[in-house]
């Protein structure tokens, strides 16, 4: 047993990651062991959706180097190193010492992730990765895909708030063979809390704009482990002096789930409804800056899975329906505008996942059934018969569904410190009646201690959303003959993984076909937008991510952690006599950091701060006419939050946009300045 430092309280050892060395069991004979590293479970032999991050309760210490042990876990553990991708984890310590209150918020410190708000504190964002559109990012929750196929605009419209999330897992690139349809450049994993502890937790917050947020939740048992949180936000509006605020929400939730576990089998079962009403001050045009929008979703779905020494196996089920409400004029309306616009749309899916441990790695296969259905006034078919709109005086008059098949087969093999992993997805999608076969491949090295080398190549497709198939306006024309889009991507990268110090880097290159895009001529600037496939989009990209965790090292260190990000992107369309949209809108540069530090006894500090530069341009629309073109202009934002922590009680005051800064995520949409907020937590368990 090696190791070079050893715990000056008791003897405590101390070790980095496992390894196929079985004689380290017996050396580790009758000595305390800890475990000090970042694993990575899941994905690639079983749970193709699913992966986790853990930190060992024992990392304040100092790492000692032991000979390397390998278990089996659960889920076949895989070690964050080799993982041949980009991976951010957002995980509790994060999320309590963060400077933010949603989840949208959280999600601008992840490497990569482009979140454009129009509606602050959950309201609404669009989420995209690697320089792609808002409709190109898988969503999941507790590893259901959660994404809409009416528009990516509801996709984080989530039944549950950020104090119920455990961590948010940040997977980028795409592989269509592990995390299915709609993974064009990556996945978000949105995981509640497993802790099996019996807790209560109670929230309250209360700042500027009148905004409130109150939180409950309970979990108890640890056999059936279940979980009930309850929670509702508001704010009166962000732009109290304009003429036309329209900026004031609410937004509540419920969300219950049910976890049992034994050796062999586990259930899980999750349901939640969630609902929002708001001011759409110029969402989707600055011309009627009364819009008004209100949407309710409900989720639920139940898993089964069955485990021995060789086999994993079980059965998903889930369903998802959303309804949305769209007023162009909130109050008074002139006389051509004669209705809202109204979407309910429905999403049934089921997935058989198996995986099978062999003396020559790991084999798994995953069939996947996914309806996706939509009642409308404004997209879809024309119906025989209309149907009313559930609690409105309005009738459905439109609808269309489409049915999607795909099967995934995956093989992994680990030896030593060589990381081999291939598969492929095959698709069937029934609207254009055909059949595609999406594969991919990945392999990792560590070279040298604690450092891995990696390179993957991967194809993806995303679905067409009813919105680009059939929304007509004044300035839109939807296109029913749109075909999926697909990439292909190498990625090349770099991990380093110690005690102290997490890194990784990566370089890529996606070659886009078959984009879809709301595009126009250059030439015809007065003529409606449509959407088409356009011919091809290349995007380079350089990824760089890191992690000090200095209080491993130095226990009364005054700064605790200190993460780093910063990406690069670059895209090539080549079709240049077209404009367009939303695809030459993306984050040139974007760099992040966060500080986590003492200040003093038990009053800590986190510091935030982010810096983008957005490529593209808008027209600038001021008193009441669009005027000149303007390139998006750099917005440099620094979050603040102090707490001061007691046994069961917390305080906190926090600030966003510190320096009250005037930008834009999407154009002519204002963003608010600063925002103060304080509140108190409430937690006990095991009671």
């Known amino acids: 047993m090696k190791h070079n430092r050893k715990s000056n309280s008791q003897n405590i050892y101390y070790f980095r990651k496992w390894s196929r060395k079985g004689f380290g069991v017996f050396r580790s004979q009758g000595k305390q062991i800890a475990i000090s590293t970042m694993i990575m479970a899941g994905s690639l032999t079983f749970e193709s959706k699913t992966i986790f991050a853990q930190t060992d309760s024992a990392q304040q210490n100092p790492t000692i180097q032991l000979d390397e ?8 553990p895989i070690l964050f190193s080799k993982i041949a991708r980009i991976v951010t984890v957002l995980n509790q ?66 039944p549950v708030s950020l104090n119920s999330i455990s961590r948010i897992e940040v997977l980028s690139g795409p592989s269509a063979r592990i995390f299915g349809v709609n993974a064009y450049n990556g996945a978000i994993n949105i995981i509640t809390t497993s802790d099996t502890k019996s807790e209560i937790k109670i929230l309250a917050e209360a700042g500027q704009f009148g905004y409130l947020n109150q939180h409950a939740s309970i979990r108890t048992g640890e056999k059936w482990n279940n979980l009930l949180s309850i929670d509702h936000q508001q704010s009166d509006g962000y732009l109290p002096n304009s003429k036309l605020n329209n900026t004031d929400f609410t937004n509540s939730s419920i969300f219950y789930q049910l976890r049992r576990k034994s050796s062999a089998n586990s259930i899980d079962i999750q349901t939640g409804y969630n609902s929002k009403a708001f001011g759409a001050n110029s969402f989707y045009t600055p011309a009627y800056p009364e819009q008004f929008e209100a949407t309710k979703t409900f989720f639920s779905s139940a898993n089964y899975h069955y485990t021995n020494e ?25 006389s051509w505008y004669t209705s809202h616009n109204y979407h309910l749309t429905d999403i049934a899916g089921a997935a058989i996942p198996i995986s099978v441990k062999t003396l020559f790695g790991n084999i798994s296969a995953n069939f996947d059934l996914r309806y996706e259905h939509i009642y409308s006034n404004v997209l879809g078919k024309n119906m025989a018969a209309n149907k009313k709109v559930p609690g409105q005086n309005a009738w459905f008059t439109k609808q269309d569904e489409r049915f999607h098949s795909a099967f995934q087969l995956n093989y992994s093999y680990d030896w030593e410190k060589l990381h081999i992993a291939a598969g492929l997805m095959t698709s069937h999608y029934n609207t254009l009646k055909r059949t595609r076969t999406y594969p991919g491949m990945e392999i990792s090295y560590e070279f040298i201690s604690n450092t891995t080398l990696y390179g993957s190549y991967n194809e993806a497709l995303r679905l067409p959303t009813f919105t680009d198939l059939y929304y007509n306006g004044p300035t839109n024309i939807g296109n029913p003959d749109l075909k999926p889009e697909e990439a292909q991507t190498v990625e090349g990268g770099i991990k380093y993984v110690s005690s102290i110090l997490r890194l990784q880097s990566a370089v890529y290159f996606r070659k886009g076909e078959n984009m879809i895009e709301w595009v126009k001529t250059e030439s015809s600037n007065d003529l409606p937008w449509q959407t088409e496939n356009l011919t091809e989009i290349n995007t380079m990209g350089i990824d760089f991510d890191a992690t000090f965790i200095l209080n491993n090292y130095w226990k009364d260190s005054y700064i605790k952690t200190i993460s780093i990000n910063y990406s690069w992107i670059d895209q090539q369309n080549t079709q240049n006599n077209l ?50 073109e303007k390139d998006y202009n750099p917005v440099t934002v620094f979050n603040w939050k102090l707490s001061w922590e007691e046994k069961y009680w917390s305080f906190f005051a926090q600030a966003s946009n510190l320096f009250d800064q005037k930008y834009f995520d999407i154009s002519n949409v204002p963003q608010p300045g600063r925002w103060v907020q304080i509140g108190v937590k409430y937690v006990i368990q095991n009671i």
Request: glycine content about 8%; charged content about 25%.
């Open 93 to 158: 310590n994060d999320i309590a010492a963060a400077p933010v209150s949603n989840i949208n918020e959280l999600l601008e410190y992840a490497i990569g992730v482009d979140i454009r708000q129009r509606g602050q504190k959950g309201v609404q964002a669009d989420i995209a990765l690697r320089g792609g559109t808002f409709d190109q990012t898988l969503v999941l929750l507790n590893g259901i895909n959660i994404t809409d196929p009416q528009t990516g605009h509801h996709n984080l419209n989530l």
């Open 310 to 334: 060789i086999l994993k196996t079980g059965v998903k089920t889930y369903f998802r329906r959303h309804l949305d409400k769209f007023e162009l004029f909130r109050d008074t309306a002139p």
């Open 579 to 628: 404009n367009t949209k939303y695809v030459g809108d993306y984050l040139k540069h974007q760099f992040a950091i966060r500080i986590t530090h003492k200040i003093y006894s038990k009053i800590r500090s986190t510091i935030g701060f982010t810096w983008q530069d957005r490529n593209g341009s808008y027209l600038e629309f001021k008193n009441n006419t669009y005027g000149i």
């Open 69 to 76: 042990i390998m278990v089996n876990g659960d889920e076949e």
